[in-house]
Each structure stands twice: as C-alpha cells, then as structure tokens.
C-alpha cells in the first residue's frame, strides 16, 4: 500500500519561500513514472501545480511558472516542491500523488497546508 505523506507547510508572508516535502513509502522506485503535486483551495476543485517524470521532465501550472521547482530523490523516494515568491493566490492545501507506469494513481496524503498573507 503506497502511502504519502506531505510536509513542509506555513503561514508565510507574500514574497517569502518554502520548499514542501513529499515521502512516499510503500512504492518500489522503478514501478513509479511520475509525481505530482496539487493544490486545494475550500470550496474549489483540487488543481495540478506541477509533474515531474522519470525523464526529469516537468511541467507547471501556469501561474506557478518562474516561482516554483520541483525535483525529486528518486534513492529515497522523495519530492519537492520549492515555492519561491509566494503570493496570497498560493494559499492552499497541497498534496502529492505518484503515478505508475501503468497510469494508476496513488492515494492522497493528508496535505500540508500552505498560507501566504499580503
């Protein structure tokens, strides 16, 4: 059983960073093809912020561009998500997600909370 766990989340002030962690435990390395982080906002649809693959391809939701990076440590089954030059429009639950190779997805962690204020 894939199980996630995300952490890393604040309060922070709007311009400042914070770098999210997402350990994943219960998956073998090789069977993962990518991780995912999204973002929940009360009230509002669970978006995708960023995908990394195994290439170390990624990609990013458009507004996060330039701001954030995500990388991830494939020996220790972790990712990142490094959020520089945060705006009050990033506040949010955030999560992560690994997919397999064969498209299954794995299930939700608790997510971490993030909370920028102007």
């Known amino acids: 059983q894939v199980q996630l766990v995300e952490s890393g989340g604040g309060s922070v002030q709007h311009g400042r960073s914070l770098r999210l962690y997402c350990a994943a435990s219960?998956?073998?390395?090789?069977?993962?093809?990518?991780m995912s982080w999204y973002r929940q906002v009360p009230g509002q649809q669970r978006e995708l912020v960023a995908t990394?693959?195994?290439?170390?391809?990624?990609t990013y939701l458009e507004s996060v561009k330039g701001r954030f990076t995500m990388a991830t440590d494939n020996a220790e089954n972790t990712g990142y998500l490094q959020m520089n030059d945060l705006k009050s429009e990033d506040t949010a639950v955030y999560y992560c997600?690994?997919?397999?190779?064969?498209?299954?997805?794995?299930?939700w962690g608790q997510g971490t909370q993030v909370i920028v204020s102007s």
């Open positions: 990394i693959d195994k290439t170390g391809a990624t």
């Open positions: 219960g998956a073998a390395g090789s069977a993962i093809y990518s």
């Open positions: 997600r690994l997919r397999s190779w064969s498209g299954v997805d794995s299930p």
